[in-house]
């Protein structure tokens, strides 16, 4: 059966690839002679290499998490606690997508091909015993969230670039895919709803409680909104007119996170959240916009001070 396999891939995560395009668009930006007719299949070309890499990635998860996904209401049904998965046949597959994903990252420079490799290694980190920095509270968020700015560093050497990303943008991507996993995590505290169980399913609940998970989303949360604030006071003023609007999201994403059986544990789901899907796209298409035009009386309303 080729199903189970094809599932433990998570190919509908793949859409968590999203957040290689802003290293695209900040890149065009940077250097509108990266335009070219090629830069479509380059990019194309990228999100397969991060694509597969990241499967390789899932593969070791759900091997490696079987035992404890089996304590969990819905994850027990997943292809490899539920016994459909061969796990000599898992571990082959987790080696063929990373070479896979390798010889698409091949493509480009070798700057972007060990930054591929970065992606892996960290997923490895993350699974793998004895590290397994998933068992570690706080830890987990954050070595889970690095891979947000390293596919923002994989979008960005995509256009051929050969400038180092802002630092400030990196820290900013950091800190709002940390805001997105400890919502993840608070989610399924709330959903378990007994602590011991929690505990058993994921060894980091037995620090984590409610209030702590929200402390850590607000702490996530600030630290993106002054690593972004650096950013574009010294690269794009424009964007602070979207302010706004990612705090909207913010707030919304907090709200999916509240609900009973939260959408947020499973974010490839997001999708059924249509008013909230079309509220992200529509920020997500301002912000493109802001960063592509010049809007000269905004630097004549926050002139700096003498």
């Not at 990228?46 to 499967?55: H, V």
């Not at 070479?99 to 490895?124: D, E, K, N, P, R």
Request: hydrophobic share 50%.
């Amino acid at each position: 059966m080729i199903t189970p396999y094809l599932k433990i891939a998570r190919f509908d995560h793949w859409f968590k690839n999203v957040f290689v395009l802003p290293g695209v668009i900040v890149a065009i930006f940077i250097d509108r002679s990266l335009v070219s007719t090629s830069l479509v299949v380059d990019v194309i070309i990228a999100l397969l290499a991060t694509g597969f890499i990241a499967s390789s990635n899932y593969i070791i998860n759900e091997i490696l998490d079987a035992p404890k996904d089996a304590l969990h209401p819905v994850k027990k049904n997943r292809p490899v606690p539920s016994g459909q998965v061969n796990i000599k046949i898992g571990y082959c597959l987790w080696i063929v997508f990373l070479l896979i994903g390798l010889a698409f990252a091949s493509y480009f420079s070798q700057t972007f091909f060990w930054i591929a490799l970065s992606l892996w290694v960290m997923g490895c980190i993350y699974n793998i015993p004895p590290v397994r920095s998933k068992d570690k509270p706080y830890i987990d968020v954050l070595s889970e969230a690095v891979n947000n700015p390293i596919r923002l560093a994989l979008g960005w050497y995509a256009t051929g670039i050969t400038l180092l990303p802002p630092m400030s943008l990196i820290f900013a991507y950091w800190m709002i895919g940390a805001y997105f996993m400890a919502a993840k995590r608070f989610g399924e505290y709330r959903m378990i709803g007994d602590k011991k169980v929690a505990s058993d399913y994921r060894k980091s609940f037995n620090f984590y409680n409610e209030e702590r998970l929200v402390g850590s989303l607000i702490f996530y949360l600030a630290g993106f909104g002054l690593f972004f604030g650096i950013f574009l006071i010294r690269y794009k003023m424009e964007l602070i007119l979207s302010i706004p609007l990612i705090a909207g999201f913010a707030a919304w994403y907090f709200h999916l996170a509240c609900k009973e059986d939260s959408p947020v544990q499973y974010p490839e789901k997001l999708y059924k959240e249509t008013y909230f899907m079309a509220f992200t796209l529509s920020v997500f298409a301002i912000m493109i916009y802001l960063v592509m035009v010049d809007l000269p009386w905004l630097y004549a309303l926050f002139p700096p001070t003498a």
